[in-house]
């Protein structure tokens, strides 16, 4: 079983190495300087420019989609961290400047182009790719710029931002004139060029040796779809239940167009592969026109919402449409292996007719230790469901006395999830219990 000494060991672990990575360019700086001070507002300015380039290159390791990295918080958290760390990194970038500019209007001359020409396009140029990397995430959908793009356009522009900050650090060389102390920024900047190599170029080329094909593709409900895949000429792909991939469909792994669905089949089953999407977006809203016989690359596992063999006796399934495909997953590979400690699914959809799994579940309940409460909408006739949305009260209402007894598995909607973890968190079950994935990654 999880323990909650071990979350927090291991949460505080990778906490504590993030933060030291952070503020060490600063320790870096200071060792061994006996230049005087030129004021407190030149120094944090200053400060906040090498906490800021040292943001954005963590930046690279926390794409980089490595599961030592991704634990103990799961990919998907680890992405949202991401992009919060990604705004402070803009914040201290933009700070440098400003508070300089402020505090001595004197450096304004490093962006004057008649004082030196490459260097203030170079600076511009950092200026204007914080500002897009920031204004293409927060508002791609708005201005209409597609994922694939949008996925190449930010780590180009994160490199470039990278790279010249670190040669404007060699070239000012005021907290950098030890040749150990440049050895670290150019080993810094090497190792941010060398994980995006690593995942645009390694990673495809040993997706190439692992190819699948389609073989199936079903309509589960109106606007979602199943994909199966099968492994050809090797084995496959061991995962947990309830873990995600990426895929890229087509003829090369060497593509922009990479996503990230969740596995909704079981582990057990080692021949193929079932994915489950709906309909939301550029990508998915094509999943209905993919061809049988089609080629497909998976890249992964990923994910920390998996059941330990060891889990609590009773385990509680809060989840909205699409949101299913996780525990189906967990439910099938329960049922392969005789597993029937209990579960229970509260299951939130539009209506039975928008129901994925419905026949599924049904199959399950009367073979696992299993309860699933549906949560529709809309008025259900036949008075086996719920209706409306999931509520605390309605979640309380289908738990068992003793709630610390169980472990808790969340998946669906944003308001859903923040009225699940939010009634978790007053009824006071401890966090290891609560195991979330969001499907708003990217």
């Not at 007719?353 to 529709?376: G, M």
């Amino acid at each position: 079983m999880r323990t909650r000494f071990a979350y927090i060991y291991n949460s505080a672990k990778w906490l504590l190495l993030f933060t030291v990575l952070v503020i060490a360019p600063l320790v870096l700086a200071v060792v061994g300087h006996e230049e005087e001070s030129r004021g407190f507002w030149i120094e944090f300015g200053v400060g906040l420019g090498f906490a800021g380039l040292a943001l954005m290159g963590l930046q690279f390791v926390q794409t980089g989609r490595s599961s030592k990295i991704g634990a103990p918080f799961g990919m998907d958290e680890i992405l949202h961290f991401h992009g919060q760390s990604g705004y402070v990194a803009w914040l201290f970038i933009m700070g440098h400047f400003i508070i300089l500019f402020f505090a001595d209007p004197d450096y304004l001359r490093y962006l004057d182009p008649f004082v030196n020409l490459p260097r203030a396009v170079a600076l511009s140029g950092v200026i204007v790719a914080v500002c897009c990397l920031i204004a293409f995430t927060h508002w791609r959908e708005k201005i209409g710029l597609i994922y694939e793009w949008w996925r190449a356009s930010h780590g180009l522009l994160a490199l470039f931002v990278v790279f010249v900050g670190t040669v404007h650090i060699m070239q000012v060389s005021f907290y950098v004139t030890e040749l150990w102390q440049q050895v670290v920024w150019v080993g810094f900047s090497l190792g941010a060029i060398g994980m995006l190599v690593y995942n645009r170029v390694i990673r495809p080329l040993q997706m190439k040796k692992k190819p699948y094909k389609v073989t199936s593709v079903k309509e589960e409900v109106e606007e979602t779809w199943s994909i199966e895949v099968e492994p050809e000429g090797h084995e496959g792909l061991d995962f947990k239940a309830g873990q995600f991939v990426w895929i890229t469909l087509g003829d090369t792994p060497f593509s922009m167009q990479q996503h990230p669905f969740t596995i909704s089949s079981s582990p057990e089953v080692k021949d193929k592969i079932r994915f489950t999407m709906k309909e939301l977006g550029d990508f998915t809203s094509e999943a209905k026109n993919i061809e049988i016989g089609s080629k497909a690359f998976v890249e992964g596992p990923y994910g920390n919402f998996t059941m330990d063999e060891t889990s609590s006796t009773h385990n509680v399934f809060i989840v909205g449409g699409i949101g299913i495909t996780p525990v189906m997953s967990i439910l099938q590979t329960l049922k392969m292996r005789g597993d029937q400690r209990v579960s229970t699914v509260i299951y939130g959809t539009p209506s039975k007719d928008l129901t994925p799994f419905y026949d599924e579940l049904k199959v399950l309940a009367a073979e696992l230790e299993l309860k699933v409460i549906h949560v529709f909408e809309e008025p259900d006739e036949e008075g086996e469901a719920e209706t409306g949305l999931i509520t605390p009260d309605l979640i309380r209402k289908h738990l068992p006395e003793d709630i610390s007894n169980c472990e808790y598995f969340i998946c669906g909607p944003q308001p859903m999830m923040d009225v699940a973890e939010d009634a978790l968190r007053e009824w006071k079950v401890p966090v290891h219990m609560v195991h979330a994935e969001r499907f708003n990654i990217v």
